[in-house]
């Protein structure tokens, strides 16, 4: 049975048990009308309380103040509960974990290990996988915990890409101390097809999807101080009070948790994303003021859409970016089939479907963390490989 509070930590539990939380029927009937509604063009939706045009993003700042980072903090949590145990005495489990993470939670295990003091193994500039594909096999001799934080970092989808991940692969199988190995998803169902890494390694775990009264609470302490102050969150579309419900959790974060997968990460920058400035600029009496506190309306926030040019170009750009957690723009165009990735990332970006994170030698593209649903969904319905999340 589940802890009444529902931030208190959950264990960590193998990748097949994930379960995202499910969308209500009525959300899931509203999304079939409205497409067939766009198709037809015959109705206009429901005006909402406040239009969202007349409404301004909060300042980063402000968002910080009231949605702190990092994303992934409550998780941490879980992560340190799962596998204290196993850091007292790996010698009585098994000696090789591995975790799997959704795009976007790489903080997670850098933090975790840093908590914890662990020696880390990092992997070798990813340039290096085409320019010397056969390096020789790590040392991982020692008796102390060893930690992989990144496997995704160890291959490139390239001809000789995949010599180093599994030279790496197999010294971890033979290796006679303790290896926590972290993976993104994506890598994980790629690399156990064309790597044997489910063979090799144990099966992998990863956290309890947040469901929405995990995600009522965790935003909810996070904007406790300033609601102490009278500063509310209400929703633009008929001004519900999202904090204030009779039987928790509110509809708007069931909502949410559905929306972004039960991914903790998606759902902080969807609820980033939809709180808005209560002091906007301009046409300030299309707002309404509806008590003497600041007032954050929580606006939807649309979800991103394909480019309407090469869409075949932009899926594989896209299904790319999350099998390798991310590449450098000198190293996309060696796993395309074709050169297009110059003429296709910038379209990716203007569509906030892609980011660059890091800067100089360092700086990759990856997919936004808010547009990750929207992509997981286009690369399926595309027919393209996904994850086991």
Same mark, same amino acid.
């Given at each position: 049975?589940?802890?009444d ?24 009937f ?26 301004g ?22 992560? &340190?509960?799962?596998? +204290?145990?196993? %850091?007292?005495?790996? !010698? /009585?489990?098994? $000696?090789?974990?591995? #975790?799997?993470? =959704? ?7 850098? &933090?975790?290990?840093? +908590?914890?003091? %662990?020696?880390?193994? !990092? /992997?070798?500039? $990813?340039?290096?996988? #085409?320019?010397? =594909? ?15 934080p ?6 490139? $989808? ?5 010599d ?12 006679e ?19 044997d ?6 099966k992998?775990?990863t ?70 400035d ?5 046409d ?9 506190g ?15 040019g ?15 957690g ?20 910038p379209?990716l970006?203007?569509a906030?479907?892609?980011?660059r ?33």
């Amino acid at each position: 049975m589940p802890d009444d509070d529902p931030l208190a930590p959950r264990p960590f539990r193998t990748l097949n048990q994930f379960s995202e939380p499910s969308m209500p029927a009525d959300e899931t009937f509203q999304r079939l009308f409205d497409r067939a509604r766009n198709l037809l063009a015959q109705t206009k939706p429901d005006e909402p309380l406040v239009d969202a045009t007349h409404l301004g993003r909060a300042t980063t700042e402000r968002l910080d103040d009231i949605v702190p980072p990092p994303p992934w903090q409550p998780v941490l949590r879980d992560l &340190a509960l799962s596998y +204290a145990e196993w %850091l007292a005495g790996p !010698e /009585a489990g098994s $000696r090789v974990q591995v #975790v799997t993470l =959704p795009p976007g939670g790489r903080g997670l295990i850098d &933090a975790w290990t840093r +908590a914890q003091d %662990l020696r880390v193994i !990092e /992997a070798p500039n $990813r340039t290096l996988l #085409v320019n010397d =594909p056969s390096p020789p096999a790590p040392d991982l001799t020692g008796e102390d915990v060893l930690v992989v934080p990144h496997l995704e970092d160890w291959f490139l $989808r390239d001809a000789g890409g995949l010599d180093t991940i599994r030279a790496l692969l197999s010294a971890i199988a033979e290796a006679e101390r303790p290896v926590f190995v972290g993976c993104d998803s994506w890598a994980w169902a790629y690399l156990s097809k064309a790597a044997d890494a489910a063979v090799l390694l144990p099966k992998p775990y990863t956290f309890q999807a947040y469901d929405g009264a995990r995600l009522q609470a965790w935003f909810g302490a996070s904007t406790e101080t300033v609601r102490a102050r009278g500063t509310q969150f209400r929703r633009a579309e008929n001004g519900d009070n999202v904090f204030e419900t009779e039987e928790p959790p509110h509809e708007y974060f069931v909502r949410l948790a559905a929306r972004s997968l039960g991914i903790p990460w998606v759902a902080w920058a969807l609820w980033r994303a939809s709180i808005s400035d209560p002091h906007p600029d301009e046409d300030a009496e299309a707002v309404p003021d509806i008590h003497d506190g600041d007032t954050f309306w929580i606006a939807p926030v649309p979800e991103p859409a394909l480019p309407e040019g090469d869409r075949q170009s932009a899926l594989l750009t896209l299904h790319a970016l999350l099998i390798h957690g991310g590449l450098s723009p000198r190293l996309l165009p060696r796993v395309l089939p074709s050169a297009d990735a110059d003429n296709v990332v910038p379209v990716l970006i203007e569509a906030g479907l892609v980011e660059r994170v890091g800067m100089g030698a360092d700086m990759r593209l990856s997919v936004v963390p808010a547009a990750y649903p929207s992509v997981r969904a286009a690369l399926g319905d595309a027919g393209l490989p996904r994850d086991g999340m």
